[in-house]
């Protein structure tokens, strides 16, 4: 299990290192001396530089669980994860984040399938690889600021643990896939204020010496950003 999210990340980082490649490559090609025939405006190369933008991005908010179980254990759920973006066009960015969802459990919660003794804990770590399309944004007639939408889905892979009070802890992982929409406010070229609805789609096995149960950790992720372009 342990070498999996190693070769999830693997994977996103030779990913990125193509995506560097292919985009270096593109500028090349777009800012190569105009051919006898052809021009570029100085307007076309201060367009191209500026779409050309990575970022980081950090994420507050809370995890709403879809399953009567969990919800009922753990209710709502907080949730801050870190984000990183590579800018691939001039509207399609590819995204990679490591996050972490976790809550306490309610100590009076008592089903026939579980009860949460004094008080259970669970913690959850997404690490998310995800294309996000970002559509156009509009300029303020007033300020400085412009507006904008994103929408994307990517695949998950989620590390979870789960304490019980006298039990030994149970952890497990398992991969997922997620979509999710969002607003964008710029106040500066580099500042921008993200708001971001998730779909997470995911079922994890957990194991606590020989014993094997299931969690559903589907749910809605509700989320505030800053993020930082350069």
Not at 150 to 163: D, F, H, L
Request: charged residues 20%.
């Amino acid at each position: 299990m342990k070498k999996i999210p190693i070769i999830f990340l693997l994977s996103f980082a030779l990913l990125c290192l193509f995506g560097s490649f292919a985009r270096s490559m593109s500028l090349v090609e777009e800012l190569e001396p105009p051919r006898s025939g052809s021009a570029m405006t100085e307007t076309s190369l201060l367009d191209t530089d500026a779409e050309l933008l990575d970022g980081i991005t950090l994420f507050m908010g809370v995890f709403l669980p879809l399953d009567d179980e969990m919800d009922g254990i753990y209710g709502n759920m907080f949730t801050i994860s870190g984000q990183y973006c590579l800018n691939m066009s001039k509207s399609i960015d590819l995204l990679a984040s490591v996050g972490y969802i976790g809550s306490g459990g309610d100590p009076y919660y008592d089903v026939p399938s579980f009860s949460s003794g004094e008080s259970s804990t669970i913690k959850v770590f997404p690490l998310e690889v995800s294309v996000r399309k970002r559509l156009a944004l509009t300029k303020d007639p007033v300020g400085f600021t412009s507006r904008g939408l994103y929408v994307g889905g990517g695949m998950n892979y989620i590390i979870a643990s789960e304490k019980t009070p006298g039990l030994p802890s149970a952890s497990g992982g398992d991969f997922g896939i997620h979509i999710f929409a969002g607003p964008q406010i710029f106040f500066t070229e580099s500042l921008a204020l993200e708001g971001e609805v998730k779909f997470l789609m995911n079922e994890v096995d957990m194991k606590f010496e020989d014993e094997k149960y299931a969690i559903t950790l589907s749910g809605l992720v509700i989320r505030l950003a800053l993020s930082w372009y350069y």
